[in-house]
């Protein structure tokens, strides 16, 4: 009966959001004071029937229950509890009931905590995620049913594909999905703003921590994304250009552009227009990344290559929603009334610019990524890969990253360009240092990588010039996010010139005993041994691991077998030491009785992925820091009470 419980569920979120759109509707013409009123608690019970539905898809697959089809396609009863328990997602139809989860219990708590907008534009904005939310209700009930029966049941199920049984799976989609959805939040957010004519500092304000939130579910789940990628498939890379990495990158770069023009907006008044039209774009990628990954158009590790009816299902969603919101956009972009103009050289200049940059390259990475697609549909068999993004994208990321050091530096509305120069003098300098160190010490490194490490130096020293000479304690939390989260980016562009310009590969055909370089590491196969894990088998190497004098280790790589459904995987062992990584991979045995052995030293690697958390930490803080910040306004504007 759990199956049953969890399809009634969503029949009757789908219902209640029919219901929170004819509220909106009724709302809109003229004022419906019971309309108005019911729609918050219906947003709030649909996302609450929204999140029951998923947690009976859970309960089935925890029970491993083979009569649910998904379960028996997906599961197995041998799995481990956990990837029973993630499994629930690893598959397209729950992957899309966790996506409409998501975009419930958001509406729900737009409609619960959502107290700043003015009501008539609340009232639309709820309307807008009910109609996002309905689209994809119907996709679920009609299309892609994650609870549909199977009989007779088999006796056990197919299993999961070997590459998701990873405790990232219980994390990375989780947290893409939450900042995928959260951009509906904005889009919804935006439609209401144009449908009520209501776009200005107040709407701004309200929106940004929702876009905040979402820009720092999306950076977490990307940096997940990568590290897992890079530990569990085996080949040492941490991105690859795929075209479903290409799909959350792609929402990332509209939701960072997104966020500092509705920082503009909410402080100075400026960039209206192009904040709303930025919301749009930020879900449309979010949108466009669902259309990659379920249409079956491409062939990825990630993708959930599903029939192309269900693709086209999801594409439609896409033309009816996105070209809805484009066309009230050129409808309304006449009463949207242009905000405070302000100088080439100042803050709000240098934001455009960086905006627009970030534009460029996310045309880039579309064009990149679909043009093969598009190709294909001609008869014309291409790739495009990293050779292509990094030699199209790369020089454009380190101007932007030029840009960034500059614009904290800027005073708003008008600044002296001397002024601003004299300013960042020590971020110059920085970089200087770094590019002459670079050149006598560094060896030979590429082009690229050279600029990436010289301008990290420089966007450091510049990403806390804003706390120059400012009283730390005192110094807004909001404030403390923009460091940290530029900091960020300065320590993962390090990361990433740093492993691309030192990387050193081993590839060997080794027997035991035999000792083998790999960076400052002495690798020796002391023998290999069977394992045995909970649903698989694996032949393990131990290797001894030596950095001159210094305390030997072990690792242990295996090749590993997965009866259900049958694969052999490639499990790294990775050391984590204080300058980089050593990873290894055990490959096959030859007629020699050698094992093949792949060996990476990584410098600095971890620097990625160290970054990209403490990109996420700043725009936690600088969340936190404008939450705190309206409360205090709000609890100041309160009447005062006085006392007879």
């Known amino acids: 009966m759990t199956a049953e419980a969890g399809l009634a569920a969503l029949w009757l979120a789908a219902t209640l959001a029919v219901l929170q759109l004819m509220l909106a509707y009724l709302s809109a013409g003229a004022t419906n004071e019971a309309a108005t009123r019911a729609i918050r608690p219906v947003a709030i019970v649909q996302g609450a029937l929204a999140a029951l539905a998923m947690a009976a898809l859970i309960r089935v697959f925890l029970a491993s229950d083979m009569s649910v089809a998904l379960v028996a396609a997906n599961s197995h009863s041998a799995k481990p509890w956990i990837y029973k328990f993630s499994g629930a997602w690893g598959n397209h139809e729950g992957s899309m009931l966790l996506w409409v989860t998501i975009l419930g219990v958001a509406g729900g708590a737009v409609a619960l905590l959502e107290r700043r907008l003015a009501e008539r534009t609340l009232v ?18 009609f299309a892609s049913n994650p609870f549909a029966r199977l009989s007779p049941a088999p006796p056990d199920g197919a299993g999961l594909n070997p590459l998701l049984q990873d405790p990232g799976l219980a994390f990375h989609p989780p947290t893409l999905y939450a900042g995928y959805v959260g951009l509906s939040v904005a889009f919804s957010f935006a439609i209401g703003a144009l449908i009520t004519r209501d776009v200005g500092p107040a709407f701004a304000r309200a929106m940004r921590p929702w876009v905040l939130g979402a820009w720092i579910f999306l950076t977490l789940g990307i940096t997940a994304g990568s590290y897992w990628a890079y530990y569990e498939l085996g080949w040492g890379g941490w991105w690859f250009w795929d075209p479903v990495e290409n799909a959350s990158l792609m929402p990332w770069l509209a939701a960072t552009a997104l966020l500092h023009s509705v920082t503009v907006l909410a402080t100075r008044d400026g960039l209206r227009a192009w904040t709303v039209m930025l919301a749009v774009v930020a879900f449309s990628m979010s949108m466009l990344g669902t259309f990659l990954v379920r249409s079956g158009i491409l062939t990825s590790v990630h993708a959930f290559a599903v029939d192309p009816t269900r693709g086209s299902f999801i594409l439609a969603l896409l033309v009816i929603y996105i070209g809805g919101a484009l066309a009230l956009f050129a409808l309304r972009i006449g009463t949207v009334r242009a905000g405070n103009v302000f100088e080439p050289v100042s803050r709000e200049g240098a934001l455009v610019a960086n905006n627009l940059l970030l ?63 004299a300013r960042a003098t020590w971020p110059i300098a920085a970089t200087a240092f770094a590019g002459a160190a670079l050149f006598v010490f560094g060896g030979s490194i590429g082009v690229l990588p050279f600029l990436g490490l010289s301008l990290a130096a420089g966007l450091a020293v510049a990403s806390v010039a804003p706390l120059w000479r400012r009283n730390l304690t005192r110094a807004p939390l909001f404030l403390w996010g923009m460091v940290i989260a530029h900091l960020g980016i300065a320590v993962s562009l390090a990361g990433m010139a740093a492993s691309s310009a030192y990387t050193k590969e081993t590839l060997v055909a080794a027997s035991v005993g035999q000792p083998v370089r790999a960076g400052p590491f002495t690798v020796t196969l002391q023998g290999i041994r069977p394992v045995i894990g909970d649903n698989w088998s694996a032949l393990e190497a131990r ?6 004098d210094g305390a030997p280790f072990t690792l242990a790589p295996q090749s590993r077998f997965f009866a259900t459904p049958p694969t052999t995987t490639s499990e790294s062992a990775i050391a984590t030491v204080f300058d980089g990584q050593l990873y290894t991979v055990l490959g096959t045995a030859d007629a020699r009785g050698r094992w093949q052995l792949r060996l990476w030293w990584k410098p600095w690697v971890t620097l990625i992925w160290f970054g990209g958390a403490l990109i996420a930490l700043g ?19 309160r009447p005062v009470e006085v006392w007879a």
């Open 619 to 637: 725009g936690a803080l600088s969340l936190l820091g404008h939450v705190l910040r309206e409360r205090r306004v709000a609890i100041a504007k």
């Open 359 to 421: 534009s460029v390259i996310l045309g880039i990475v579309l064009i990149g990524t679909f043009y093969p697609i598009v190709a294909a549909g001609f008869g014309v068999q291409l790739s495009v890969g990293p050779p292509f993004f990094d030699k199209a994208a790369g020089p454009v990321a380190l101007v932007l990253v030029a840009m960034m050091g500059v614009g904290p530096l800027l005073r708003w509305r008008r600044d002296d360009a001397q002024a601003a120069i």
């Open 124 to 141: 639309a904005t709820l309307g807008a995620q009910a109609a996002i939310a309905l689209g994809f209700y119907a996709f679920l009930l």
């Open 543 to 548: 290797l001894r691991v030596t950095r001159g």
